[in-house]
């Protein structure tokens, strides 16, 4: 009972947070500083005091949001010398990305040797994954057009900084790219884009996290696994199970470090940002949480409930790690605690090991829908006007642009430059963007996280694999434990 009240109390006091810090970026009520900042670290002792009681690792990563929010606001210079511990535990969280992508693919393929499912697994994936990501554009687009946020920005006024060039494209291809036309240009880079899912070295592969070249490798290696014989094939199966588990467990130790390095994370980003561009680009930002509460209502939800996904329960086995992909702005950093949360909730670990990793690459709904979002943002900023067909191409250009970019915090910012310099729309329009792109980038990597694991339940449910069982038998411990 005690418990439910002081659940009942982080509520309050978070939303009590969130007010303060909006009271102190817009200095709504003039309140004197020194009263706000004895309210806010009272809140915050409030809040430390709720986590020691709970002891639940999801309890202490929101708390250590918000005082990483504090900070960032009462010690800006303290908060950005803060940035390594966020670097260390994003680090830490890649080194589990290769072996456990390898490990539970090979595992998942190898192990069962029925290849009919690895195919039907990947047609009704990539379905999925083009209605969900095509839905997301077109509500990116619908709300943009309503709310019209970039309309009477003063361009004279912005930065006219040179910004970063595209990512992924080596110098061969820059040089290549400037003998085509601006009209090949999409084209060429979507070739690329094909070339470089293949991998020429696995070990290089890892280093670099390429997520797709992990999965394409440990397909064909899987796939090959099933086809040898059951006396030579037992002890790699056997090898690639334990390295899965093993690399579950060395998740869950470096989840105890996520409070820490998620509000070094919150800190930095508050303290790097001023409140004057928040002001100026507060409809941008809001149009972007408006259409993604409207994709997570209007798409997400209605899916769930038709396939008649336990929805309460969907909530609480995704909480953690979309809240560590809020903070850190990087669907890498979730993607081990997703797959371990979803392998969990009734997803066989074949299934998860394919579904999300793929996922990443071609079912970026935050990202889709962000990306089509800005790009007219951007046009409208610069007065261009823009039909509905011209803005149609451009947002499923970004979507095919965009693929592979979750793993990279705000590497959607960079296929928006070169999209938006493709279609001769103002790349220094995009530098406006730069100062809250850490906030947006929060909320659509949380997205794209909810979109993938969903996602792994679509296809279980398709399947006929689900276990209906599994997320009723997660929750029971914490009813009785209350």
């Given at each position: 009972?005690?418990?439910?009240?002081?659940?009942?109390?982080?509520?309050?006091?978070?939303?009590?947070?969130?007010?303060?810090?909006?009271?102190?970026?817009?200095?709504?009520?003039?309140?004197?500083?020194?009263?706000?900042?004895?309210?806010?670290?009272?809140?915050?002792?409030?809040?430390?005091?709720?986590?020691?009681?709970?002891?639940n690792l999801t309890t202490w990563i929101l708390t250590c949001l918000i005082l990483g929010v504090f900070v960032g606001l009462d010690f800006p210079n303290f908060a950005r010398a803060l940035q390594p511990l966020s670097q260390a535990f994003i680090?830490?969280?890649?080194?589990?990305?290769?072996?456990?992508?390898?490990?539970?693919?090979?595992?998942?393929?190898?192990?069962?040797?029925?290849?009919?499912?690895?195919?039907?697994?990947?047609?009704?994936?990539?379905?999925?994954?083009?209605?969900?990501?095509?839905?997301?554009?077109?509500?990116?687009?619908?709300?943009?057009?309503?709310?019209?946020?970039?309309?009477?920005?003063?361009?004279?006024?912005?930065?006219?900084?040179?910004?970063?060039?595209?990512?992924?494209?080596?110098?061969?291809?820059?040089?290549?790219?400037?003998?085509?036309?601006?009209?090949?240009?999409?084209?060429?880079?979507?070739?690329?884009?094909?070339?470089?899912?293949?991998?020429?070295?696995?070990?290089?592969?890892?280093?670099?996290?390429?997520?797709?070249?992990?999965?394409?490798?440990?397909?064909?290696?899987?796939?090959?696994?099933?086809?040898?014989?059951?006396?030579?094939?037992?002890?790699?199966?056997?090898?690639?199970?334990?390295?899965?588990?093993?690399?579950?467990?060395?998740?869950?130790?470096?989840?105890?470090?996520?409070?820490?390095?998620?509000?070094?994370?919150?800190?930095?980003?508050?303290?790097?940002?001023?409140?004057?561009?928040?002001?100026?680009?507060?409809?941008?930002?809001?149009?972007?949480?408006?259409?993604?509460?409207?994709?997570?209502?209007?798409?997400?939800?209605?899916?769930?409930?038709?396939?008649?996904?336990?929805?309460?329960?969907?909530?609480?086995?995704?909480?953690?790690?979309?809240?560590?992909?809020?903070?850190?702005?990087?669907?890498?950093?979730?993607?081990?605690?997703?797959?371990?949360?979803?392998?969990?909730?009734?997803?066989?670990?074949?299934?998860?090991?394919?579904?999300?990793?793929?996922?990443?690459?071609?079912?970026?709904?935050?990202?889709?829908?962000?990306?089509?979002?800005?790009?007219?943002?951007?046009?409208?900023?610069?007065?261009?006007?823009?039909?509905?067909?011209?803005?149609?191409?451009?947002?499923?250009?970004?979507?095919?642009?965009?693929?592979?970019?979750?793993?990279?915090?705000?590497?959607?910012?960079?296929?928006?430059?070169?999209?938006?310099?493709?279609?001769?729309?103002?790349?220094?329009?995009?530098?406006?963007?730069?100062?809250?792109?850490?906030?947006?980038?929060?909320?659509?990597?949380?997205?794209?996280?909810?979109?993938?694991?969903?996602?792994t339940v679509v296809v279980a449910k398709w399947e006929g694999a689900f276990d209906e069982e599994a997320p009723f038998r997660e929750d029971a411990p914490a009813e009785i434990e209350s």
């Amino acid at each position: 009972m005690f418990k439910k009240q002081m659940g009942f109390v982080t509520l309050i006091t978070i939303a009590i947070a969130i007010v303060i810090t909006l009271i102190y970026e817009f200095d709504w009520l003039h309140i004197s500083p020194d009263v706000m900042l004895v309210v806010r670290w009272v809140t915050g002792v409030v809040l430390t005091l709720n986590a020691l009681t709970r002891r639940n690792l999801t309890t202490w990563i929101l708390t250590c949001l918000i005082l990483g929010v504090f900070v960032g606001l009462d010690f800006p210079n303290f908060a950005r010398a803060l940035q390594p511990l966020s670097q260390a535990f994003i680090k830490l969280v890649k080194t589990i990305v290769g072996p456990i992508l390898f490990s539970t693919l090979v595992y998942g393929i190898a192990g069962h040797s029925d290849l009919k499912a690895v195919g039907r697994m990947a047609w009704k994936s990539m379905l999925y994954f083009f209605l969900a990501t095509s839905c997301a554009i077109f509500i990116g687009l619908i709300v943009i057009n309503l709310t019209k946020a970039g309309v009477g920005v003063d361009v004279a006024h912005m930065p006219h900084e040179e910004l970063p060039t595209t990512s992924g494209i080596t110098d061969a291809d820059a040089k290549a790219m400037s003998h085509i036309s601006e009209e090949a240009h999409g084209v060429y880079k979507f070739s690329v884009f094909i070339r470089d899912t293949f991998p020429e070295n696995i070990v290089k592969a890892v280093y670099e996290n390429r997520v797709l070249q992990i999965v394409v490798f440990g397909v064909i290696f899987g796939i090959a696994l099933a086809l040898v014989e059951e006396k030579k094939r037992k002890p790699m199966v056997d090898f690639t199970g334990s390295l899965s588990e093993v690399m579950f467990k060395f998740t869950n130790i470096v989840m105890m470090f996520a409070p820490i390095g998620v509000g070094a994370a919150m800190a930095y980003t508050v303290g790097h940002l001023g409140a004057d561009i928040l002001k100026n680009l507060f409809m941008l930002l809001g149009s972007l949480y408006l259409a993604l509460i409207a994709f997570l209502s209007f798409v997400l939800l209605p899916v769930a409930l038709f396939l008649k996904v336990p929805v309460k329960q969907f909530i609480k086995a995704v909480k953690e790690p979309v809240s560590i992909a809020f903070a850190t702005t990087s669907s890498d950093a979730a993607l081990p605690k997703a797959m371990s949360a979803m392998e969990k909730f009734g997803v066989p670990r074949h299934i998860v090991s394919f579904v999300i990793p793929t996922g990443y690459s071609f079912n970026l709904d935050g990202t889709s829908l962000y990306l089509s979002l800005a790009a007219i943002f951007v046009a409208q900023a610069a007065g261009i006007h823009l039909d509905f067909g011209q803005q149609l191409l451009i947002a499923f250009t970004l979507m095919i642009t965009s693929k592979g970019v979750a793993a990279v915090p705000r590497a959607s910012l960079i296929v928006l430059i070169a999209t938006a310099d493709q279609f001769g729309l103002p790349t220094f329009v995009i530098a406006a963007i730069l100062g809250i792109d850490e906030l947006m980038d929060m909320a659509r990597t949380s997205v794209n996280v909810i979109g993938n694991c969903l996602a792994t339940v679509v296809v279980a449910k398709w399947e006929g694999a689900f276990d209906e069982e599994a997320p009723f038998r997660e929750d029971a411990p914490a009813e009785i434990e209350s």
